[in-house]
């Protein structure tokens, strides 16, 4: 094992970078190094890496005092849940003083739908943690993953460690060029999925569709709880925030069911859902309860219009195809059903 190296950055704010290992005696290093610099310096210490990686870890750390191991494959399913459990959740429980969060949040292996989100998280780190007492040190297997996820982890770090030192990222972006690239347009919605106008009188109605939608694709139980609260949050917001009539629709595919609200208005703070207020605020935990419910969520704002596209694993075996049509479909003017039209 290497020993405790001494960090290049001044005290105070975030102290970001990235570290890129070969094989797992690498990790093992990078893991150890970490952590005995961060109880040696008095920190907390929390190890988030994927479950296939904890019983190495917890062998290699369990002797040591005041260090927390995670599933980052369970507490990073979403990664725009990271920010808000791992990070943020560490400091708050911490006032005062200095943490540390090795995590890796990307590994060979993970379900292609979730790349775009863990570069989008990487970069929220920067945007939104900047004046954090908190050192965060994401692991990046060199080994296994193309190089095209080396270089956004070089973009979204601003600092590279290797060798027991830090080098300033060639390759780094400012966090809000990063989050504009990544910010695509989405596919269309398909011209048969279930559509609701959103108004205030006829949320138990639009609840009841997404819910049927919903478990006509194939999601059960606790999922449609999930979807029923998911949407609930997306069109209060668009009630109260929005200027104008806003929609809803859900779909399955591509083994998802998919729920949509998009209406006019802006969605500025590209943070929101991502750092938890304050105990004494009374707003600020709807989209941050939407990500938690949600496997993926997608936000984006074109043209004056925020549209959140939240959308929920179906269970294995369930492809995840055309959501039938309802047994009933009262009009909108009722807050039912409104199929639209072929596209």
């Known amino acids: 094992m290497t020993g405790v190296a001494r960090s290049p950055f001044p005290d105070g704010g975030l102290h970001h970078d990235a570290l890129f290992y070969d094989h797992d005696t690498d990790h093992l290093d990078a893991v150890h190094e970490f952590v005995v610099a961060g109880r040696s310096a008095g920190e907390p210490v929390l190890v988030a890496v994927p479950g296939h990686r904890i019983p ?6 369990d002797p040591l005092d005041g260090v927390e191991i995670a599933d980052m494959a369970v507490i990073g399913h979403n990664p725009a849940t990271i920010i ?3 990070l943020c959740g560490l400091v708050r429980r911490f006032p005062g003083r200095r943490v540390r969060v090795l995590e890796e949040s990307l590994w060979s292996g993970r379900r292609p739908a979730v790349y775009r989100h863990c570069v989008e998280h990487e970069a929220m780190i920067n945007l939104g943690l900047a004046d954090q007492p908190l050192t965060a040190r994401c692991l ?6 193309p190089d095209a996820a080396l270089a956004d982890a070089e973009r979204t770090h601003p600092w590279l460690w290797s060798g027991g030192a830090a080098r300033p990222s060639a390759g780094y972006r400012p966090p809000r060029a990063v989050l504009n690239q990544l910010a695509r347009p989405l596919p269309p919605p398909p011209g048969d999925a279930v559509t609701v106008p959103i108004d205030a009188a006829g949320l138990g109605a639009l609840r ?5 939608a919903a478990e006509a694709a194939g999601l059960g139980g606790e999922r449609v709880d999930d979807l ?6 997306l069109a209060s917001n668009a009630l109260t925030h929005g200027t104008g009539p806003a929609t809803a629709r859900c779909w399955a595919a591509a083994g998802e069911v998919v729920c949509e609200v998009s209406g006019p208005g802006e969605l500025g703070d590209p943070l929101a859902g991502r750092i938890p207020p304050t105990v004494a605020s009374i707003r600020g935990r709807g989209l941050l309860l939407v990500q938690r419910l949600s496997d993926l969520v997608d936000v984006r704002v074109v043209d004056g219009v925020t549209t959140v596209r939240a959308r929920l694993e179906l269970p294995a075996g369930r492809a995840g195809g055309r959501v039938p049509a309802p047994r009933s479909a009262p009009d909108a003017a009722q807050g039912g059903f409104v199929r639209p039209a072929s596209r």
Do not use: C, K, N
């Open 140 to 145: 990046f297997d060199r080994s296994r993953l």
């Open 208 to 212: 009841a569709a997404v819910a049927a």
């Open 228 to 233: 029923r609260i998911t949407v609930t949050e």
């Open 56 to 61: 190495l870890v917890r062998r290699l750390l």
């Open 84 to 86: 808000p459990t791992a």
